[in-house]
């Protein structure tokens, strides 16, 4: 996974947990060099999915796009409780 996707990821991990999402704590989770998180941000904030002021957070889109990139094996389970039963 690349650090533009880790970023997103972070991001949406401190935004459901209603922590601040300074540049330290993304570094944290990221796991990458300071100067890597921080170019990535501008990448995203670039693209429009993370806006950088007055600290970066998910716009709309990058909203979408960090929880598209969630593991399926955490949507299936709710998915098959809406199912309509198989006719027989």
């Known amino acids: 996974m690349n650090t533009d996707a880790m970023v997103l990821r972070a991001l949406l991990r401190l935004a459901r947990r209603r922590l601040p999402a ?5 570094v944290v989770r990221v796991g990458a060099a300071p100067g890597a998180v921080r170019a990535a941000i501008r990448r995203l904030d670039a693209q429009g999915l993370v806006d950088r002021r007055p600290s970066p957070r998910l716009t709309m889109a990058g909203l979408a796009v960090a929880v598209a990139m969630l593991p399926a094996q955490g949507v299936a ?5 809406v199912r309509a039963p198989r006719a027989a």
């Open 77 to 81: 389970p709710a998915l098959t409780a």
């Open 22 to 26: 300074d540049d330290e704590a993304i």
